[in-house]
C-alpha cells in the first residue's frame, strides 16, 4: 500500500491523515495530498480494469479495502471535434465533455472522494458554498452515503437545474445574500465550529477526484499528454487538479509531457488572469464578480496559488473573455458539434479562438478543451439566447411556407 500525508504547499507542515484540516494552522497555505511514488505500482495504473473514477484507485488516498461512495462518475468521451476545428482554424482539436457525469458536471469526481473520505473520518454531516454545480453533485453524494447534507447558494445566482438537483436530493438549500465569496466564508467557519465536514474544493481531497480528468485524456490519447489542455476557470480546484494529475503520470514516467495548462475566466471575473498578466504570485480579489457564466463568477478564487503554478510551470497562459464571446462559442458547439454545454463551459472554446486569433497558440498543436457542465443546468440562459418555438396551425401547407 502506498503512503500519504498531508501537505502545506507553503511552509510544508504536515497533517495525518486522520486531521480534518482544510488549510494549513500555522500558516494559512492550501494544502496537498503527498504520495509516496517509490510505493506506487505503475501497471496497476496502465493496466487498471473498469472505468471512472475508481480505476485509478493506485493513485487515490485510499486502503485497497475502501469501498467507494460511487455514482459511475467519470469516464465521459473524449471527442475528436474535426467541425469545429475547421471554424476555428486548428487541426487537431479534442473536447471532453465532463458534462456527461451523473450529475452533469465534472464535481462528482472529486465528490466521489470527499465523501468517501467524509465516511472514513465518520463526519455528522457535509455542507459547501456553491455557485450550483458542487451543491448539486454534494446533495447526490450526501443522499448515496446517508449523511445531513447543507449547501449555500448566493441568491438568485444559480442556474435553475442546479438548485432543482439540490433541492430533490435532500440537501437543506440556503439562498445567501452575498456573492459566492461570502458564502464560501460562512460556510467555512459554519464547519469549524458545528463539526461538519467541508467540501468545496478547498478540500484538498476532492481534487484528488478531479485529478482524475488527466489520466483519462492521456489514456485515451495512447497515454500521452496533449500539448495543450484549455478549461475555464473559477475557484481554480480542476486547473490545479489536472496539472497535478499530469504532473504525477510524468513523474511514474507514464507519459513524459505535461500539457500546457491554459485557464480562462470571464471578463467580469479574472483575478487569475490579471495576477498572471502582471507576473504576481497572488491575486488581488474582484468585489463584484459579473458574468453569465455563474460557475465560474468568483472574485477570490480559493485555489489561485495552485492554479498560478500550474499555469506557469507548464508553460501555458491565462486569459479572459467577454460573455458574448462565451455565449457565441456555447451555439457554435452545440451546433457544429452536438456537445450541449452550460455558459462557463463554452468559456474553454471561447478562450481557445481568442488565443489563436492573438497567435498565443499555434494552429497545428493538439488541443484539448474540457467542457465541465452540461448544457441543461442553465435552461433559461438557452431560452435567452435561442429563438423561440413557432407557433403553427396542424397544416402541412402552412407549416411547409415556415421551413428555412
Ligand atoms: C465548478 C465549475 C467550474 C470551475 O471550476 P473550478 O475548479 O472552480 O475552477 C467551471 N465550470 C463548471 C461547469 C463548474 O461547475
Ligand atoms: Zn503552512
Known amino acids: 500500500?502506498?503512503?500519504?500525508?498531508?501537505?502545506?504547499?507553503?511552509?510544508?507542515?504536515?497533517?495525518?491523515?486522520?486531521?480534518?484540516?482544510?488549510?494549513?494552522?500555522?500558516?494559512?497555505?492550501?494544502?496537498?495530498?503527498?504520495y509516496d511514488y517509490s510505493e506506487v505500482d505503475v501497471e496497476r495504473i496502465v493496466k487498471a480494469q473498469g472505468e471512472g473514477v475508481w480505476k485509478y484507485r493506485e493513485?487515490?488516498?485510499?486502503?485497497?479495502?475502501?469501498?467507494?461512495?460511487?455514482?459511475?462518475?467519470?469516464?465521459?468521451?473524449l471527442y475528436r471535434c474535426d467541425r469545429l476545428a475547421k471554424a476555428i482554424g486548428v487541426a487537431d482539436l479534442w473536447v471532453k465533455h465532463e458534462g456527461l457525469n451523473p450529475s452533469g458536471s465534472f464535481k462528482d469526481r472529486g465528490m466521489t472522494v470527499g465523501v468517501t473520505k467524509a465516511v472514513e473520518l465518520?463526519?455528522?454531516?457535509?455542507?459547501?458554498?456553491?455557485?450550483?454545480?458542487?451543491?448539486?453533485?454534494?446533495?447526490?453524494?450526501?443522499?448515496?452515503?446517508?449523511?445531513?447534507?447543507?449547501?449555500?447558494?448566493?441568491?438568485?445566482?444559480?442556474?435553475?437545474g442546479k438548485v432543482a438537483q439540490a433541492m430533490m436530493h435532500g440537501a437543506q438549500v440556503f439562498s445567501l445574500r452575498g456573492n459566492f465569496d461570502d458564502a464560501l466564508r460562512v460556510v467555512r467557519v459554519l464547519c469549524e465550529e458545528e463539526s461538519l465536514y467541508l467540501l468545496n474544493s478547498v478540500n484538498p481531497y476532492r481534487l484528488?477526484?478531479?485529478k482524475t480528468i488527466a489520466f483519462e485524456v492521456a489514456e485515451k490519447l495512447g497515454w500521452e499528454a496533449p500539448y495543450r489542455l484549455i478549461l475555464p476557470v473559477g475557484n481554480a480546484g480542476n486547473i490545479s487538479a489536472i496539472f497535478k494529475g499530469f504532473l504525477e503520470l510524468k513523474t511514474l514516467g507514464i507519459t513524459d509531457a505535461i500539457p500546457r495548462m491554459t485557464g480562462i475566466q470571464a471578463a467580469g471575473a479574472k483575478p487569475i488572469v490579471n495576477a498572471f498578466k502582471e507576473d504576481k504570485a497572488e491575486?488581488?480579489?474582484?468585489?463584484?464578480?459579473?458574468?453569465?457564466?455563474?460557475?465560474?463568477?468568483?472574485?477570490?478564487?480559493?485555489?489561485?496559488?495552485?492554479a498560478l503554478v500550474a499555469?506557469?510551470?507548464s508553460g501555458g497562459v491565462a486569459e479572459s473573455v467577454t460573455d458574448e464571446e462565451i455565449t457565441k462559442a456555447q451555439l457554435e458547439l452545440a451546433r457544429l458539434e452536438g456537445v450541449g454545454v452550460e455558459p462557463a463551459s463554452a468559456a474553454s472554446i471561447a478562450g481557445l479562438k481568442k488565443l489563436?486569433?492573438?497567435?498565443?497558440?499555434?494552429?497545428?498543436?493538439?488541443?484539448?478543451?474540457?467542457?465541465?457542465?452540461h448544457l441543461l443546468k442553465d435552461p433559461e440562459r438557452v431560452i435567452e439566447i435561442c429563438e423561440p418555438p413557432k407557433e403553427v396551425e396542424a397544416d402541412v401547407n402552412m407549416l411547409r411556407k415556415m421551413l428555412k
Do not use: W
Open 1 to 34: 500500500m502506498k503512503e500519504y500525508e498531508v501537505e502545506c504547499i507553503r511552509c510544508g507542515a504536515r497533517y495525518s491523515k486522520a486531521d480534518v484540516v482544510y488549510t494549513c494552522r500555522k500558516c494559512g497555505g492550501l494544502l496537498d495530498i503527498k
Open 59 to 77: 493513485l487515490l488516498p485510499f486502503d485497497d479495502g475502501t469501498k467507494p461512495i460511487t455514482i459511475h462518475e467519470g469516464n465521459t468521451p
Open 122 to 160: 465518520s463526519v455528522k454531516g457535509v455542507a459547501c458554498a456553491s455557485t450550483g454545480n458542487t451543491s448539486a453533485s454534494l446533495a447526490i453524494f450526501a443522499a448515496k452515503a446517508g449523511f445531513p447534507c447543507y449547501v449555500l447558494l448566493p441568491k438568485g445566482k444559480v442556474a435553475l
Open 208 to 210: 484528488e477526484g478531479q
Open 283 to 306: 491575486i488581488t480579489p474582484e468585489e463584484k464578480p459579473e458574468t453569465i457564466a455563474s460557475a465560474i463568477r468568483i472574485g477570490n478564487p480559493v485555489n489561485a496559488a495552485k
Open 311 to 313: 499555469i506557469r510551470e
Open 356 to 373: 489563436v486569433e492573438m497567435g498565443a497558440i499555434e494552429r497545428d498543436e493538439r488541443i484539448v478543451c474540457i467542457t465541465t457542465g
